[in-house]
């Protein structure tokens, strides 16, 4: 599994720190420490483009709405269609939450 390749002590502390936020704010926080505005900004991009795919937009749309390349569109397909379900899960658990507020 590929997830196995990724494990060991320095992605544990990350991962441990990311769920140690309590809100919001302490993301944007941790967030603008962490990472350039660059490396958020492809991040949020990623996420908007499983959704919009997983909503069953076209390329073309996720293109012109994101500014993702096709190259990340694809990339991101493949991870939806191939990968771990990380983006299923975590789209439908925020979808849930919004709905429930």
């Not at 992605?11 to 769920?19: G, S």
């Not at 990339?75 to 975590?90: S, W």
């Amino acid at each position: 599994m590929q997830i196995d390749k990724l494990r060991g002590p320095t992605l544990d502390q990350l991962f441990n720190a990311i769920l140690s936020l309590k809100d919001l704010e302490e993301c944007y926080k941790f967030f603008d420490d962490l990472c350039t505005m660059g490396e958020i900004q492809s991040l949020a991009q990623r996420l908007e483009v499983a959704r919009m795919l997983m909503e069953g937009f076209t390329y073309h749309r996720i293109e012109e709405d994101t500014g993702a390349s096709t190259a990340t569109i694809s990339r991101v397909k493949r991870c939806i269609n191939y990968g771990n379900d990380g983006y299923q899960m975590t789209l439908k658990r925020i979808h849930k939450d919004k709905k429930g507020e």
